[in-house]
């Protein structure tokens, strides 16, 4: 099985600082990984994957993240945060084997940029 | 290109009614479908996932059910509401000829009374 989990619920940070947001995942088998950003009252949508190649992967709207295979870790950083980066951040993993349909996300992070 | 209706946006319903929801897919054939509920503070529940019409499997047992009548069209249903039904209805959809990402609808959000 499958599990993800974002320490942070909730990061305040001041506009145009750098931000990290977390995410550690458990699985027996490899897995791909995604960021998902929510803004209020809104659907997800996908800011970033990695499915295999240079563990360094950029994203839309300035967004990058890295996979740490030993660390099974899958980290969002963004060195410059705008005030429209308010959103509330999703982690997720798909088992990278045939047939596999679900998606598992983490709680959320939500990021609050201070201005 | 592809894109994903649901309706309605917001739904506010007294407990013990029915409920429909529903969800179109657009540029696409032969998607996989989900319902995902968002329950307040918290993240995101895989509740039904179909691969073809009439075919659904459930992840959470509970008061809803869902349907898929047509290729594109996935419908979330209930008899009767409770309270714990109050949420955020996500439906979404992925090509299932990929193993990858999901894409998302705007969201139905429901409040039961």
């Known amino acids: 099985a499958q599990s993800v989990t974002q320490l942070d619920s909730q990061v305040p940070v001041f506009e145009e600082a750098p931000v990290e947001l977390r995410c550690n995942y458990s699985?027996?088998?490899?897995?791909?990984l995604f960021w998902y950003v929510q803004y209020p009252n809104q659907g997800l949508q996908l800011l970033l994957k990695?499915?295999?190649?240079?563990?360094l992967v950029k994203g839309i709207n300035g967004f990058e993240a890295e996979f740490n295979k030993s660390q099974t870790s899958f980290h969002l950083r963004k060195p410059s945060v705008h005030i429209s980066d308010t959103a509330e951040y999703f982690c997720a993993v798909t088992p990278v084997q045939t047939g596999a349909n679900n998606l598992f996300f983490g709680t959320g992070t939500r990021l609050t940029v201070i201005p | 290109s592809q894109t994903i209706h649901q309706w309605p946006a917001t739904l506010v319903q007294p407990v013990g009614s029915p409920l429909s929801l529903e969800c179109t897919v657009e540029?696409?054939?032969?998607?996989?479908l989900y319902w995902y509920r968002q329950a307040a503070g918290r993240g995101l529940q895989l509740l039904f996932y179909s691969v073809g019409i009439g075919q659904i499997s459930s992840e959470v047992p509970q008061n809803l059910s869902a349907s898929r009548p047509q290729d594109r069209q996935f419908i979330l249903s209930s008899k009767k509401l409770l309270l714990s039904d109050s949420g955020f209805y996500l439906c979404?959809?992925?090509?299932?000829?990929?193993?990858?990402?999901?894409?998302f609808g705007p969201g139905t959000r429901l409040t039961v009374t």
């Open positions: 699985s027996s088998v490899s897995v791909y």
């Open positions: 990695y499915l295999s190649g240079s563990t």
């Open positions: 979404a959809w992925r090509d299932s000829s990929s193993f990858y990402e999901q894409y």
């Open positions: 540029g696409t054939s032969n998607p996989n």
